[in-house]
């Protein structure tokens, strides 16, 4: 599929609600590795970073950030969490998001997927070898 017949698809941008909803379909085709440390973690789309994301991140541009996963609660130095609990949120950055889909024409249930695994596997130290496996596999009948 090129990408002229991807963006014809849609005769508006996905809305944050629209994307809320393919995050969380997402979610429930992520690989089993993952999965199984993302029960309770929360999805959220907003419009771009905040300033105080940006300023933490040392973001030049709001458009450089896809997704951000926030651990809600600190167990203790070097000590590292091996599920998502109630507090972890991953947040996917709308506009930037689009904006990549547009640049990749990509499909974008894929586009979405592949962010959530790299963001989330990041999170939980999988090495970059394992987080492109995963992102490459075909699972469940997402690819």
Known sequence: MDRDQIIMNY?????IDDLEVMCRNALQN???ELI???DGLAIRVEEYPDDAIQHDLDLDDPYELLALYKSGSMIAPGVIKKTANDDDILIIFRRPLLDAW???GDDLNILIR?????EIGQNF???EEDIEEMAS????GVL
């Open 114 to 118: 592949n962010v959530m695994i790299e």
């Open 36 to 38: 199984e440390a993302c």
């Open 125 to 127: 130290e999988f090495s």
């Open 11 to 15: 005769s508006t941008p996905p809305s």
């Open 137 to 140: 596999r075909h699972y469940q």
């Open 30 to 32: 992520l690989p089993d």
């Open 102 to 104: 547009c640049e990749t």
